[in-house]
């Protein structure tokens, strides 16, 4: 039927319910040729956390293009998406996969949406912040960032705490943790080019 299409075996998405703008708004976002996927799948194929998605990147991809944004922002596939760049290197029309997944958090974030589970936003916030003060991530302090955020309550944050600690002193032990950050040089710079990013966003 024309007015509608289907997105998977058992669901049917009408047409109405789609905004077909919304791939350029995510395309504006940094979603690097988000229009130029074509289902192929090889980005779920290839996805080490794609076990832990309700919507396969496949089906975001396809829900981006087709403008189905109540049933992205309700998913926790763009939250559990760790960056790691395999869908992108591995795409076979070059699209930048994990950038969509970015441009689609900072779309949500910017909006309001509220997330399925707040473990998402928080940790995806708490990066920023760290990134912002230092150039690069700093562990210890994401850790504790992410862990404020996520919850108020404070037996729960030592509970949190207390559960990480043993992975903290192992990856000390092994050399992989610093206790004080490590800071780029000319941080200026990289605080320039955020409040440029967000006067643009204030004008689109």
Known sequence: MLNQVRLLETEVIRLKDCDLN???????????????????????????AVYTM?????????????????????????????????????????VEISKVMAALKSIALRNGYPPREP?????????MEVIRNYGRVFEPELMLKYNLKKTKNPIELAKALLKDAPMGLEMFRKGKLILLPDKIK?????????????KMRAEA
């Not at 919304?22 to 080490?48: D, H, Y």
């Open 119 to 127: 473990g998402g936003p928080a940790w995806y916030n708490s990066f």
């Open 54 to 94: 309700d919507y396969t990147p496949r089906q975001i991809m396809r829900m981006v293009e087709l403008g189905i944004k109540d049933k992205i922002f309700k998913s926790n596939t763009i939250w559990v998406c760790a960056g790691c760049h395999s869908c992108t290197t591995r795409c076979p029309r070059g």
């Open 22 to 48: 919304f791939v350029n708004e995510v395309i504006e976002a940094g979603g690097k040729n988000a229009q130029l996927c074509f289902s192929c799948g090889t980005c779920s194929g290839g996805c080490p």
């Open 186 to 198: 000319h941080r200026e710079h990289l605080k320039i080019i955020q409040e440029n990013i967000r």
